[in-house]
């Protein structure tokens, strides 16, 4: 299985899911396992025909609990593991995102937003998912969630999806949205050697020795999987640096957690990416994501032509979120326009990193994303 | 068929002409009975034209004078007052035919078994009742039917039960004719106790070496289907046509098994091996002997760790490659169907642990000499070096005690078992040959070496200086120390007392009757001798027949007997049963019923009733269809029939009141009406008179092929007529020799015994016994019983009886 | 047949059966009683003493008894019986 | 006879600082535990490639107790999770130990499609009737009338019978066993992890403090009775007859037939495939 044949080196006209499904394939991910679900099937439809290509393997579930734990399962087994889904499947995947979590399993999933809440607009676009995917399993745990905006993002941040998860051992989502799921645009596949992809740490001790849970500096344990001699045993349940249970220490318990969130947190500035558009002098600053950020930028033009100052600021990694740079951002404009496709989530984190600043909502639901009209006209209203 | 019956009147005196011949049988009748006085008496019955006694009737000339009395003095009707009909009826009835008499105008009176035998010391009781007896017999005669047979076919397979050497001869004799054949043996493996026997006499053979090729032919036979640790439980039917159910126990071991014996190996538990009389271990799991066939394993359920479907030990399990051994294998009844039974049960060894003066089972060195076969064999636990056991050294001199078991009224054995003398003398040689310095005495009664080349070897016995002392010893004593004996006794030749030791004493023990020589008796409704092996139906002229038809003996089963002699019955028994089989056909009594559609009403009782279903009812045309073919001849339709359309050829109604009105016509209220079943309770009967059980002389038999036949109004017809008591015996519940009927007696006497209760009849009047022809002191008990229920029947109750019942003297 | 049954059998010696060493880690029994109640030779019961959990650790009537036939070390839940031949005692300790 | 610092012979396959295992006195666990060890230990099976993964309740923790990987998943999961390491490496011998709720209740849809696939996973069900860890409330196979702490008044749901539904829902391999049957259970057992595909294996298993406790049956012992009395050895009967009742608890092997795995068929799907690309470069 060469990855010549795995990695389409050159330039596509691709849709989104497709080209995520490319990522995945590029970044090494050899396991999918996942439910039908509008919009985010493509990406299961394409990988069963591209998996089976050079030995990666395919397999359709009985539901997303059993595609989340499958993954987890394949993960640990030794390979990369991915599944695909929409918002009903992101719900019923967080019981085993929180096992993830908790086992520390490197995992990518992929959630395409559509309208929620339940079963919602199958076919229309959202963003209502991203506070889920920061709280929506029990209990506390840091976790990494990334926003393409575009069909070459969804090729590239799938790659750093599996980077990440790799890195930090921790579940990796990929929120992308119903258009740029289904949007049809160029995606270049570089060669090889100009792809970065990273694999988990192996132990540097023998089985004797190894402790599965045991994290070196960066608080990330050395995974051994399973085959390798090292028997290990991994749970759900509260366990010491050995993996073994411990459902009563409080220790153990405060230990645990608290590494699972420095995880991601003490590693935030390796993790976070946003992209900053004109806003060395700017006056109103806007904070976008996903494909919203696309009729941003444009709004952000459009009133530079109109000789007002304005910035965009784009949160590539939405969690851990990046607190700094908004709050930076905050102290050199005048206000702060925030579009979502949704009643206001991410909004709350950029008010609370903006402090004095005024923060302006301009939240959409349903078929279209605002257009850049709408977002140029809350610029105006609030230079 | 219909009955061509005229009433009494019409019949003219000279139609019926019967002869009466009362046998002497030696002194086995004339002992206790007054034969020419029965004669006399005969002589004065209606339609008697001639009566006589002689001493043995059944002889030639008895058959002769028989003969020529039906040519020159025209008889009609034969009436031979000897012993059971079970014996000699078929002998008579033949004599008949060959003087052109129908054999159904033949009838028998039981004056031997059921009379002389049973009253030996009241001789003026026992002429009572033979006279009774010949007056029943002749009352029936006077009212016989000529009729013929009709024939059945004979299922061509044979069971054989038990392979010891004779079963295994007789079941090759018949597979090599080409007969089908089950050989069904108890133990796990074929050879019986021929295999456990070292040399044989006189020709001192190797037993096994020629046992087992003949034993590995039977397993091989393509016509011989072995079933092994298997028991029969059950046999129906009749000659030709027999449906048995073998009971196969589990084994625990399949087929697949290689007899690697690894399994051996690893088994835990440990017990003595029966096969060497328990000088050898074995394992829970085991194979007999070396030779066995089938080679198949077994695993000993009673020993095995694991019970009640449990497995806590699996070492066998694990050590059987060819995973044959299965726990949960399930005992199975297999249903045979078989023209021909062949009983080759065998013999038991006398257990001479009930005899405390000669210390079997307290000291170690006194051994029997079926131990003493397994001590010399090569093969066996001492790889043939006869150790003594308190010290496993080889004796310097040996005794051997003869009629251990035999001869002797203190072991209850009175008979000699034919095979010890013999075997005493060849072991003796056996061990000359091995250790000559020893020396060696027998204590005998008689040595009897009467077979061929059996005196030659009794005479180098004693060249070789074997010493023979007439003279058993008293008592044998045990020094404590030494574990050597002393032997104590009286030589009666020289008559002085000898006190003899000896390092080790060998029982010569007899031969007895198997355990569950019963069990195979009731099943079978066979009969057996005075000392309990199985009867021949004949002892000179149907030696390996039995009683029952198409059923044979081979071997110990019928009496002691040596190898030589077990293979000679056993081919004989075969060739017997080949007979019959080659026939392909046997001819049914004539004991159908006899139907008058005239009297039918269509009311179906007896089509209900009828074990066979040899009996339909046509709806349309308000007839019943009666097959013969398929009719077993109990009889019970004929009981059944409310409105007397029915009865039974050869037991009609009028036979058989006839039989109760001769009973009764003097001195009724002294005598017991007794109805018995031919197979199960008559049997019995015999069996009580073959035993010399001695009752009363108050019985009156009246038999009946089954207690089924015994309509009400038989019963009624005593009652009203003055009896003191009637007796309705049968086989036991389960045990019918035609299936079920004997539930239908049951309903019958219960019935009557409501009748009783409600006219304030003593119940105790009428009795209803289940007898095998096993129970002869059952019967004879039962005799003894009512006996004292007749000496209480008061006069007035004799008189309500006549009462209740007096409908019943109608018609008959 | 004759019950020489009453004698040993002459082979006595040389079909001795194996002898069986039982190893009781009585703190690790729970009492459930399974090895004593489905031991098919009876060679143990429950003892009087009290061990760490407690519970009466069974203790053993007659190890000669024992046909080595391991039910006890199979069906112990605890891991607390087990039996080995007495030839190999050794190493089957420590 | 030495009484301390003894070694069990089959400590080498326990997690030494795991033990002692968590379960009751009595409790049929452990005796589960013990016969997967036999079998192991018979086998003399490569541990390195050994699996075990269990969801939750009482049997859950066997994973934690035997020494080779281990994997205990949340609530019902077992299976799904089991698939995943299969398909990854069908070299790894996976073997899921659970028990009847978090088999058959939560987990009774990725059971009855494992079994569909033929995954080449090994599944041993200790049946205790009951929720053991949570205190023993009414469950997929407790029997009619049972009383338990949510069946106060006697169960009326029919319970499922499980060798019938691993039976229809493909099993190549269905046994049941009870805690008295420990040989013939580890036999099962190690025929189970030679079989290719989806075996299955239910252990009808003595909970004496839980369910022993409300039935009448306060004592292992007494439960143990129970087997021994009800248990009728039927092997490769119609596992649709199967059912266990107070009177009746058929035991035995109920299917062993051959089939594909999947993982087995997905390989061979590779290949194909390969040899179509090959044939197209050249």
Sequence with gaps: ?383 | MAENKKPEAERKADDIRIGVYVCHCGLNIAGSVDCEEVAKYAQALPYVVLAKDNRYTCSDQGQDIIKNDIKEQKLNRVVVASCSPRLHEPTFRKACEEAGLNKYLFEMANIREQCSWVHLYDRKGATEQAKDLVKMAVAKASRLQPADEIEVPITRKALIIGAGVAGIQAALDLAETGYKVYLVEKEPSIGGMMARIDKTFPTMDCSICILAPKMSDAGHHPNIELLTNSEVSQVKGYIGNFRVKVLKKARYVKKDCSACGECVKVCPIIAPNEFDVGLASRHGIYSPFAQAVPSTYIIDMNLCLNKEGVIVCDKCLKACERQAIDFDMKPETVDLEVGTIIVATGADVFDPSVLPNYGYGKYPNVITSLEFERLINAGGPSGGRLLRPSDLQIPKRVAFIQCVGSRSDRSGKLYCSNVCCMNTIKDALLIKEHWPETEIYVFYVDIRAYGKGFEDLYKRARKEGVVFIRGLPAEIIEDKKTHDLWLVGENTLQQELYKITAGMVILSIGLEPRKDAEAIQRLLTLSRTQDGFFMEAHPKLRPVDAATGGIFFAGCAEAPKDIKDSVTQAGAAAARAGILMAKGKVTVEAITPIYSADKCKACGLCVKVCPYNAISLDKDSKLIHVVEAACGGCGTCAAECPFGALTQSHFTDEQLLAQVDAVTELEPEKKVVAFCCNWCSYAGADFAGVSRMQYPSSARIIRTMCSGRVSPKFVERAFARGAAVVLVAGCHLGDCHYINANYQTQKRVEKLWKKMEQNGMNRERLQLLWASAAEGEKFANKIREIQSIIDKVTPQEIEKGKKVFEKALEGG | MPERIKHPPLDEKKTEPLKAEIYLITDECKGCGYCIEFCPKKVLEESQDINARGVHPPRIVDESKCALCGFCTAVCPDFAIYVAEKSSKEDKKA | MVEQALVHPYAKYLREPMMPHIWCPGCGNGIVLNCFVHALDELQMDLDKIVVVSGIGCIGRTAGYINTDSFHTTHGRALAFATGVKLANPELEVVVVSGDGDLFAIGGNHFIHAARRNIGVKVICANNFTYGMTGGQVGPTTPLESITTTSPYGNIEHPFNLVHLAAASGAVYVARWTNLHVRRLTQSIKKLLQKEGFGFIEVVSACPEIYGRYNKMRSGLEIMEWFKKASVVENFSDPAKAEITREKIPVGEFVDIEKFSFEKLLHEKFSQINERALSKVS
């Design chain 1, 1 to 383: 299985m060469s990855l010549k044949r795995a990695l389409l080196t050159g330039s596509h006209f691709l849709n989104g899911d497709v080209a995520c499904a490319e990522g995945a394939i590029a970044a090494g991910c050899r396991f999918f396992a996942g439910y039908p679900i509008t919009p985010a099937t493509e990406i299961a439809e394409h990988l069963s025909q591209r998996m089976p290509e050079f030995g990666g393997i395919y397999v359709q579930m009985e539901d997303e609990i059993a595609s989340m734990a499958a993954i987890i399962g394949a993960s640990y087994a030794g390979l990369k593991a991915m599944t695909a889904t929409s918002g009903p499947g992101f719900s019923l995947m967080q019981e085993n995102i929180g096992l993830a979590v908790m086992t520390e399993a490197p995992c990518v999933v992929v959630d395409i937003m559509r309208g929620g809440p339940s079963t919602g607009q199958p076919t229309m676009p959202g963003q209502q998912d991203v506070m889920q995917a920061k709280w929506g399993s029990h209990g506390d745990y840091g976790i990494i969630a990334l926003s393409p905006s575009s069909v070459q993002e969804m090729f590239d941040l799938t790659i750093e999806a599996f980077n990440l998860a790799e890195t930090y051992r921790v579940p990796t989502l990929l929120m992308g949205d119903e258009i740029v799921g289904h949007m049809w645009e160029k995606v270049v596949i570089p060669p090889p050697e100009k792809i970065r992809t990273v694999n988990r740490k192996k132990p540097n001790v023998g089985p004797d020795k190894y402790m599965a849970f045991r994290p070196d500096d960066d608080l990330v344990p050395p995974m051994a999987c399973f085959g390798e001699g090292y028997h290990f045993h991994a749970s759900g349940l509260t366990h010491d640096e050995r993996g073994f249970p411990r459902t009563s220490s409080s220790e153990a318990q405060t230990k645990l957690v608290r590494r699972l969130c420095e995880k991601v947190s003490r590693n935030a500035d390796k993790i976070k990416k946003v992209e900053e558009v004109m806003l060395e002098d700017a006056d109103v600053g806007v904070v976008a994501y996903g494909i919203v950020a696309r009729a941003a930028l444009s709004a952000v033009r459009k009133a530079r032509e109109k000789g007002i100052k304005a910035g965009l600021l784009r949160p590539i990694t939405l969690w851990p979120f990046p607190e700094e740079q908004v709050a930076e951002m905050a102290e050199r404009v005048k206000a702060i326009v925030v579009p979502e496709m949704n009643c206001g989530q991410l909004v709350r984190e950029v008010e609370r990193a903006a402090k004095e600043t005024p923060v302006a909502f301009l939240g959409k639901l349903g078929e279209d994303p605002h257009t850049p009209m709408e977002i140029l006209e809350a610029i105006r209203g609030n230079c």
